[in-house]
């Protein structure tokens, strides 16, 4: 998702010919096609290269079994190595550089530095392709910090990652869910991507947030949201376009913010109810900061 996003941004901005994804060797991304054109990792990426769309694949920092004498040196060509590939291709051709922070499956849980990373941000400003860091495997507080990135304090443009089990968060089995099926991915305003998907559990099943996660489960009556009983409307304008963001309220809980942009979506697409961010709707609005997502 994290790809097509970034493809679609490119595009939008009239630079179609931005094709190109530089990712290292070794990387794991995935396994489905468009994740296996970054992964670097020969066993799985051999039997399909003649039907996925490859990355520039280039080397990433081993400080492990670097042949330079200091890890200055080793950063130092590493980069080299990715600017001359990169210029090689056309950097006007790339359209972001894809990396862990803390490897994978692929190397271990291998680590880069903060100089490598700042040399890769220099390189995406200078280049004007996107940062984009895969942190599914190291994001959301596995690392100590709530993403594996703020430890060098070098800022992606997309920042792919996944929640832990709901299993871990509230309980519930796997096995217990039916999908129905999935909504469009979502960017928050810190640049996180979310793909939601709705699903139907048994009305009586047990449910128990973990306390170091969630304050509480409750339940909303979708006719609440049929009904459009919202308290008032949070405007909120990013990249000079607004966002008419719902905001209900349940007893002493209010659901806003990124819960409420895909429940539009939820109740326009599910629901056929007429409702959209796009549109200014009737009743009390209550305006924003201006915001800007970071890949622009």
Request: with cysteine; aromatic share 8%.
């Amino acid at each position: 998702s994290a790809l097509k996003l970034a493809r679609q941004f490119f595009t939008a901005r009239g630079e179609p010919q931005r094709r190109h994804f530089v990712s290292l060797r070794p990387s794991y991304h995935g396994s489905t096609l468009g994740a296996l054109g970054v992964t670097g990792y020969q066993p799985l990426e051999a039997p399909f290269t003649d039907i996925t769309s490859g990355s520039l694949k280039v080397p990433g920092p081993d400080f492990y079994r670097q042949p330079e004498a200091d890890r200055e040196a080793h950063v130092r060509r590493v980069l080299d190595e990715t600017r001359e590939r990169i210029e090689t291709t056309g950097g006007d051709t790339v359209i972001a550089i894809v990396v862990e922070p803390v490897g994978g499956a692929s190397t271990g849980a291998r680590l880069v530095d903060r100089t490598y990373l700042e040399g890769l941000r220099t390189l995406c400003d200078e280049f004007g392709c996107l940062l984009i860091f895969d942190e599914v495997l190291c994001g959301v507080g596995r690392t100590g910090r709530w993403f594996a990135y703020q430890h060098w304090d070098v800022v992606p443009d997309l920042l792919a990652t996944a929640l832990r089990e709901s299993r871990e968060e509230i309980a519930l089995p796997a096995e217990r869910v039916e999908i129905l099926g999935r909504l469009s991915d979502v960017v928050s305003l810190h640049g996180i991507l979310v793909t939601p998907y709705v699903g139907v559990i048994p009305p009586d099943l047990p449910l128990t947030p973990d306390p170091s996660e969630l304050d509480a489960i409750f339940e909303v009556p979708v006719r609440r949201f049929l009904d459009d009983q919202r308290t008032h409307t949070d405007v909120i304008r990013v990249d000079e376009r607004d966002y008419y963001v719902p905001s209900y309220r349940q007893d002493e809980h209010v659901i806003w913010g990124l819960s409420s942009m895909m429940l539009v979506e939820l109740l326009a697409e599910g629901f056929g109810m007429p409702i959209s961010l796009f549109q200014r709707p009737d009743g009390e609005l209550r305006h924003h900061p201006a915001r800007r997502m970071s890949a622009s």
